[in-house]
């Protein structure tokens, strides 16, 4: 589809006040900055936000504030659930804000699920959303999850919508497996869920990469994007991979907050839901000591202190 989502997006993390409370000003101050950074689009209320710690009323709200403080045609938006009624609502509410699309894990509580009880649970959104602006992204993450996206749940789900199944997120960090979709399924929106892969993924026809990362790493992505198809391309890669391969010691939503919280002067992005908790005090030393000599990071930061 022409006007489908392409590019650097973010899977924006979300910042909390001091009473642990989305800071709904500080999220769309981040969104703006990222956009005017780089980022063709932001993913709110993934993984990286936190957004399974948050209660259906905080979603909304963030839902509402996106619509109403963000250009919310360059938003997916995260809806997954275990419940069903929950990622109904939160899939219907994005769909006629004007969302670009939702993000949606299987659900991910109940032990090794039957296909067609995944297959249940996705059919079920749609017809219960029951309006063809819908655009659902699955959401592959099998480590997080348990619950991975296979070929054959595409194929059955794909054969029954149509282009409301519109693509997926792959954060199994298994490129073959992003590769093979590519190829199987022409036209099907098969974002990288890591901007490591983000050349590789737009090389095989993909659309692009959703990223934690690129929270930090926007203005390093966008000539990624820009670029994909010049000579520069390999090297641009090379500089992303290398500020992201800077987080893999670290768990990573608290490393990206640790590296906003340095970047930025503002402490408050330390501020986690449990059971997540911020990177300790040596952790966070040595992470800002590799950032800070890292050539990459210094017009990151930069233009982070400049916003």
């Keep these: 589809m022409a006007d489908a989502p392409r590019g650097v997006y973010a899977a924006i993390l979300t910042p909390f006040n001091a009473s642990l409370e989305p800071d709904l000003g500080a999220f769309v101050n981040h969104g703006r900055w990222l956009l005017a950074n780089g980022c063709d689009g932001l993913v709110p209320l993934g993984t990286a936000g936190e957004a399974n710690s948050l209660s259906l009323k905080q979603r909304m709200r963030i839902i509402e504030t996106a619509l109403t403080k963000l250009p919310i ?9 275990c419940a069903l009624a929950d990622a109904v609502q939160l899939a219907r509410e ?22 067609d009880g995944i297959y249940a ?57 992003s590769a093979a979709l590519l190829e199987e399924f022409p036209g099907f929106g098969v974002f990288s869920g890591s901007d490591q892969y983000f050349l590789a993924n737009l ?37 992303l991979t290398a500020v992201r391969t800077l987080f ?47 050539p990459a990071m210094q017009p990151v930061i930069a233009a982070a202190r400049a916003a």
Excluded at 73 to 81: L, P, Q, T, Y
Excluded at 210 to 221: E, G, K, R, Y
């Design 121 to 177: 649970f996705f059919a079920g959104v749609i017809e219960r959303v029951a309006n063809p602006r819908l655009r659902l992204y699955l959401y592959h993450f099998p480590r997080l999850s348990a619950v991975p996206i296979t070929p054959t749940l595409i194929r059955r789900l794909r054969r029954s919508f149509g282009d409301i199944v519109a693509g997926l997120k792959d954060s199994g960090g298994d490129w073959n497996f």
């Design 248 to 294: 893999r010691d670290y768990p990573l939503v608290a490393g990206l907050k640790e590296t906003l919280a340095f970047i930025t002067g503002n402490p408050a992005w330390r501020n986690m839901l449990p059971p997540n908790v911020p990177l300790g005090p040596a952790d966070a030393a040595k992470l800002k000591a590799k950032l800070a000599e890292l």
């Design 203 to 239: 090389r095989a026809g993909g659309p692009g990469a959703i990223s934690a990362s690129v929270n930090v790493t926007a203005p390093l992505a966008a000539p990624v994007y820009r670029n994909w198809q010049q000579r520069d391309a390999d090297t641009l890669q090379a500089t």
């Design 94 to 115: 994005a769909t006629n804000a004007g969302a670009a699309g939702v993000l949606m894990l299987p659900p991910f509580y109940y032990k090794a699920p039957s296909e």
């Design 73 to 81: 045609g360059r938003c997916i938006i995260g809806a997954g659930s």
